[in-house]
């Protein structure tokens, strides 16, 4: 029919065939597309030729040249706009990237003395530029007699840039006619790598050449300065590009502000925003990208309203931007507003980033009814297209032990589940304690036709340790080996956890040695459970063992780790292991609470001179150190009757802290407080009571001396 018409009537065969094709969806066979092709081409609309071939190779897909070919070569030989067709057909297959298809296509045209164009040469030279099939090309258009366009020395020195060969590229320049177009990509490549002091010699060369650069060369170079950190040079490049008549564009002030963003400058971020909406440029993406980064939400807010007023209007995503970073700084009820304003007051349909983050946010604030309401809404306006929601609510609920609300909202759901789904429902019923329910959801997962993850079993695992059943954590870990799915750190992490609870260290340790495969390699964080569990066993010779184990593996335990052990050797260990232990955490840094922990030890042991030692390298240390830090030591030395060192300390609080004074019976008073909130003595005192025998007094008077 298609074939028929197009005899009497162009545009009814033009009208009939993408009706049925795009009101329909009627997929037509070959011949109507080439019957088409040819009309077009007959009518000189070369740029509707161009997406029509270049949508109908896509659909036919790769290696379809040769079945295309025939057809061309059997059926429409005669027709006037063969040539035409034949080399835009090449040219498609070039843009699609279907590069064989494509040569196929130029080898049958040379066949036929079918003359391609310099813009299918050109297509052909961008496909081929990263091989040395690009010189081919490039002979056969000199052998062709056609004359090259300006595009076209500019795709062969890209090409060898992009082989990493400057010099024959810049050669290739010379020995050709310079243009701005070849000029400019020299720049670029320059800039890529790093090399801003070429491409600017590479700028000064057009001048010489009689050229004059245009926009695209300056931004080039503003860019690699901008990146580079050279700003000041890069400013002084727009002022020339001005001075030289030309206007800096949006790309001009987004790389500027962009390397002002790099350096940390969100001042200088700014005025480029500000001078963009002061000439009428809409800031795009990228600026209000950064402008989110910079933290200052007030004027990234006011940029949003400076833009509509400037008669521009604000996309969804640059709403999405913005709510989601709110969203990740916890300002949840800012981003909602913004959310509503957007779809109230400002008729603009949230994107599936916005949905996300506010939901997220929800649940993650613990306003769960809120997120409902949200996800309720959603689903209502059919806009639940997007299985990661559902996955929200879902952990949300989980999280919360509500496991019927979570199940409820699983089957709301049309969208296939994912593992993710599954595992935060097998979550909630581990969290509610239904294990064997929990377990059940394993086949679900089988059901449709998912894989359970390692997540899926070291959940489970988890749960039937707390509750001690350690023979249903075995039978799991046999069910992930028979199954395939591989054990992780965790997975070994978890059942060390589980054993542990057992207060069978020592066997626990054994049974874990020998299920543990050969090619396993312990991390931190296996030896870090275990470490933790000998020291609330008060097993330290145990912790030492493996501590010198982690060191022949080369591998250190985490921080808070590092303060457990130490606090396990000050209290059911070795002193002197622990001063050994906290000797080496000085490669590490220490922590406040380390010197706390083995000042409070020497306390107890009696160890008076080392502790007040301890005490003041802790304040030379630059560690902030309260007045309750002092009092809780001076309440040590009291209970030892330590005369001499409580006076020592409370001459160190009345040194560091101006404006303290002693008090005989309940210890420390700071009168700029209580003068400040309007308390009582009673109320702004910190407690230190103190029992020194009969000298007392006269101690507490001597440092009343020297406070005044």
Known sequence: MVEKLSVENYESTLEFFFLLRNDYGFKHSNVPHIVVAHILAKKQRFRALKFHLQHFVQQEGSGSSHSICELLLCRFQKWDSNHAVWDVLASAYSRCQMVDDALFVFAKMKDFNIQASIITYNNFLYSLRHTDNIWDIYDDIK?????????????IIDGMCKQFLMQKAVDFLLESEPCVVSINTLMSSSCKMGSTNV?????????????????????????????AGAMEEALEFTDDMEKHGLEPNQVTYNVLAKGFHLLGMMNGVWKFVNEMLHKGINPDIFTCTISCKSGRFGESLNLFHEIESSGHKPDPIMYSILIRSLCKRGLVEMAFQLYKDMLCCKRILPNIVAHRFILKSFCEKGYICEARVLFDALINCDLMDDVFLGNIMIDGYAKLGDIGEAVQVYELITIMPTIVTFNSLIYGFCKARKLDDARKWVDTIYAHRLIPSSRTYTTLMDAYGEEGKMEAVFELLEEMKARGI??????????????CKRRQMHESVRILKGMLPDDFQPDEVFYNTIIKNLCEARDMKGVSQLHKEMAVHKLQPSRVMYNIILNGLCTHGDLKDAEELFSTLQDVGLMKCDYTILIKAHCAKGSVHEAVVLFQKMIEKGFEISIRDYSAVINSFSRIRDRNSVFQLSSLIIK??????????????????VQTAGLDLSQATISVQINLGKHADRDWDGLMSICC
């Open 143 to 155: 052998a062709s007699g056609i004359n090259p366009s300006e595009y076209t020395n500019s795709i």
């Open 656 to 673: 560091w802290y101006p404006g303290t004074y002693p008090d005989r019976v309940t210890g420390f008073v700071n009168t700029s407080t």
């Open 199 to 227: 491409a600017k010699s590479f700028f000064c060369m057009m001048f010489k050449c009689g050229l004059h650069p245009n926009v695209y060369s300056y931004n080039i170079l503003i860019h690699g300065l901008s990146v």
């Open 486 to 499: 591989e054990q992780t750190h965790v997975t070994y992490t978890v059942i060390i956890k589980c054993l």
